[in-house]
């Protein structure tokens, strides 16, 4: 789901997409689900989705087959340098700290 942390919904959907693929839990030839389907489990529009989609065709990560589908390309999951995973750890722990900010923020919100 996107969340309302600041960071505009294409971007938190395409960082979650590009975890997956680096992580392999979408392999090489892998087909994206379609954007329906990610609209849906995202809880976001079909442009949205799009544009996030847009971001990993730009980094390369997937590529479009046309009346297919979009596909993890098959060079798509090289191993990260290190300092690569340093960063994608850091990025993984401010999405927590701000999904941990948001429930805080919450909770007073609703003390009001």
Known sequence: MVKNTGRPGYLQIADDLREQIRRGTLIPGDPLPSTTQ???????????????????RNEGLVIGQQGK???VRD?????????????????????????????????????E
């Open 38 to 56: 990610l609209a849906t489990t995202y809880e976001a529009s079909l442009s949205v989705v799009k544009l996030a989609v847009g971001v990993l």
């Open 69 to 71: 589908g979009v596909f």
């Open 75 to 111: 060079d798509a999951a090289p191993a990260l340098p290190p300092a690569a995973e340093e960063l994608a750890e850091m990025r993984a722990t401010l999405r927590d700290l701000s999904q941990r900010l948001e429930r805080v923020e919450s909770k007073l919100a609703e003390r």
